[in-house]
């Protein structure tokens, strides 16, 4: 298999996690491409026609994207585990989406500070985007802890790609203000070795 991967990208994070955990890691070749939504990567035409990473090209059918999508296939590739069964299924899938709407906030403030003109920039809209990460702050550090707490699975690894990248890009916001416990917990989740193997690279 290959992996059209960014060493920087919040969501190839959690499909590396994925990958560590589930020992799957000799199994795909990374291939790194750049894309944006103004650049996009000439490599992930004919893969994926949204030319996002992550993207995971299979011998066994069309190439996979999205990373919710690639991480419950390698999951069930490997029986990982990393799914609960019955109703856990759906707290751990909605902790995993809860994580990647962090994750879409965050990650369009990136872009607006980065690729949008800053005689274009909207500071209202930056701030909206932030009110979104403030809100699901508070609701993990006062509703998900409990699960958290529980065996490590999507959810966990989600919450930890979320809030590692909104410390690697918006660390001067300071999420942890107010969420005592989450914070506690991020500084436990990023010693596990696949977690710490994953963090991004400076710049």
Not at 37 to 58: D, Y
Not at 72 to 98: H, I, K
Not at 128 to 141: D, F, H, M, S, V
Request: charged share 25%; glycine share 8%; hydrophobic share 40%.
């Amino acid at each position: 298999m290959k992996l059209f991967y960014s060493p920087t990208s919040p969501y190839v994070r959690k499909v590396m996690i994925v990958l560590h955990e589930t020992g799957q890691l000799d199994d795909v070749t990374l291939e790194t491409v750049a894309t944006t939504p103004i650049a996009p990567a000439s490599e992930l035409l004919g893969k994926t026609p949204l030319t996002k990473v992550p993207a995971l090209e299979r011998p066994d059918g069309p190439a996979l994207f999205d990373s919710r999508v690639i991480c419950a296939y390698l999951d069930d590739r490997a029986n990982g585990g990393l799914y609960p069964e019955g109703n856990g299924r759906w707290d751990a899938m909605t902790l995993e989406a809860m994580a990647d709407g962090i994750l879409d906030a965050a990650l369009a403030m990136t872009y607006e500070g980065r690729l949008r003109p800053e005689e274009k920039r909207w500071d209202e809209w930056v701030e909206g985007q932030w009110g979104k990460i403030e809100r699901a702050c508070a609701a993990l550090n006062g509703r998900w802890m409990s699960h958290l707490a529980g065996p490590f699975g999507i959810g966990h690894i989600a919450v930890a790609c979320a809030l590692g990248y909104v410390d690697f890009r918006h660390d001067a916001r300071n999420w942890r203000k107010g969420n005592d416990a989450l914070a506690k917990w991020v500084e436990n989740v990023e010693s596990r070795p696949s977690v710490a193997a994953t963090r991004p690279p400076e710049g």
